[in-house]
């Protein structure tokens, strides 16, 4: 085998998505971000899972992640799309039925032009300053959206609970909506801990469905298992890898394993704390990551495996992210389109 073999629990990201949905009263609905290709774990397949759990509701960032969510989940549940309505995506957004969430005037305009009878959803602009009306351009409009599909906004913090911003933007989204009849929705994973005042009607989370924070109780849903291409022994004061930035203090054996920041191992992951497992034992990552390939300091085993994980419960893809400097979902949504990916629960 040389292929990586990246494994996907759907029946962890079902049982994310319940714990999630038990956190909400009963009256709200808990949809499922599915963008990026269901943070890089497969839309379809994902999707597909949680579908048949109990989903009703589905959001995408563009049309074409739409279509392959359409595909998956049959004619059923909604697909709404972040975006909105952009240039080319008319014809797909009427041909799969998906909900466009509306951004700006402009998107109202070619909406109410080109697909007037569309199901529509509208996003507010309550502080984060990256998608949706702003205050003034929704009230201009607001006696016109009473039949949207849903009214939605973001949390430009809900991942830091202490965040003034949080309570700024509950307010702002509170003050633009307030007595109308349209489901809301304004919390992700983040907004859904933040407590019951940030539920509103529907919640979208994305991350904590696949084992990521700020979700700490969610259940890891990867395991991600590289192939040992060889082993060699090192005399002291011989280096390893690009650079020669590694240099080996004592007699030292090397495991080279086949992946790299090709397929999504970024560059920062060498040389710090990551660690490849053997089972249960850590074994530090040596030099710099190459495009294809890891180097492993493996003196402390007694015998090398022919896998090593990069990805399990010891080492989840926050901790991973911590070594390089960067957050799960870039992880997550990095991983390589190389890997052989296993389903669990298919
Ligand atoms: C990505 C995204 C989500 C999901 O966020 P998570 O932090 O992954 O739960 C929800 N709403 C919008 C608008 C998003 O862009």
Not at 163 to 180: I, R, S, V
Not at 225 to 235: A, C, D, N
Not at 257 to 273: F, S
Request: with cysteine; glycine share 10%; hydrophobic share 45%.
């Amino acid at each position: 085998m040389t292929t990586a073999i990246l494994t996907i629990d759907l029946n962890a990201i079902v049982a994310n998505w319940r714990a999630l949905d038990a956190i909400c009263a009963s009256n709200v609905e808990t949809a499922a971000v599915v963008k990026a290709d269901g943070y890089g774990l497969g839309a379809g397949k994902v999707a597909e899972a949680l579908a048949k759990a109990g989903v009703r509701s589905f959001f995408v960032a563009m049309a074409e992640e739409g279509v392959a969510v359409r595909k998956a989940v049959g004619n059923d549940p909604a697909i709404y799309v972040f975006s909105g309505l952009m240039a080319t995506d008319a014809g797909l957004i009427h041909d799969y039925n998906l909900i466009p969430m509306l951004n700006s005037p402009a998107q109202l305009v070619k909406f109410r032009m080109g697909l007037p009878d569309n199901a529509y959803g509208i996003q507010l602009d309550t502080g984060m300053n990256r998608l949706g009306l702003e205050p003034s351009e929704f009230m201009m409009m607001r006696d016109k959206a009473e039949n949207a599909a849903q009214i939605i906004s973001h949390l430009a913090c809900a991942d830091e609970p202490e965040h003034a911003q949080n309570k700024q933007q509950l307010d702002q989204f509170n003050a633009m909506t307030n007595g109308m009849s349209v489901p809301r929705s304004l919390a992700a994973t983040g907004g859904i801990l933040l407590g019951p005042e940030y539920h509103f009607d529907l919640v979208r989370p994305g991350v904590g469905l696949y084992g990521g924070e700020p979700f700490k109780a969610g259940k890891a849903v990867v395991n991600l298992s590289l192939p040992v291409i060889q082993t060699r022994q090192l005399e002291v004061g011989e280096t390893v890898g690009y650079a020669a930035l590694w240099q080996a203090k004592r007699p030292t054996k090397i495991a080279t394993v086949a992946a790299g920041y090709a397929d999504g191992l970024i560059r920062a992951m060498g040389n710090g704390p990551a660690m490849l497992w053997a089972g249960n034992t850590p074994c530090p990552i040596v030099g710099r990551v190459s495009m294809d390939l890891i180097t492993v300091d493996v003196t402390d085993l007694n015998k090398v495996p022919d896998c090593m994980e990069i990805l399990n419960q010891h080492q989840t893809v926050d901790l991973l992210a911590q070594s390089a400097d960067t957050i799960g979902y870039e992880i997550l949504t990095s991983l390589g389109a190389r890997y052989k990916r296993a389903y669990i629960g298919d």
